[in-house]
């Protein structure tokens, strides 16, 4: 076993073995009432106003996207940052051609207005 990874194998046990606890607990200790008050619709702490099938604008979506796309390099940066000190000076350059390559894109993106909500 490699003892690098031995530490996210802890966290990820860890961190499964809290959620599990909790909703556990909140389901032992949770109230169980039912009355009018629970089965009422509840958005955000106010009534809702309007249709649920209101229209959302394009612009949302691309940001979401794009949101989405930039948010995966950190798939690529953890296993990188865990094997850092054995890929040596080469393994650091590729990194920074990664991180580049999605800074251009964020340029072009920004440029483009991608980012912007009006």
Known sequence: MDW????IGV????????????????????PRGENRWKRDIFECGSVP???????F??????????FILFDIEAVFVIPWAVLFRSLGLAGLIE??????????????????????WG
Request: aromatic content about 14%.
């Open 4 to 7: 690098d990874y031995l530490a």
């Open 11 to 30: 966290l990820v046990v860890a961190g499964g073995g809290l959620a599990f606890l909790l909703v556990y607990l909140s389901h032992v200790l949770g």
């Open 49 to 55: 106003l309007g249709s649920a099938r209101s229209r």
């Open 57 to 66: 604008s394009v612009k949302f979506y691309l940001v979401a996207i794009l």
């Open 95 to 116: 990194m920074f051609v990664f991180l580049g390559i999605l800074l251009v894109g964020l340029v072009y993106v920004w440029r483009k207005g991608g980012l912007e």
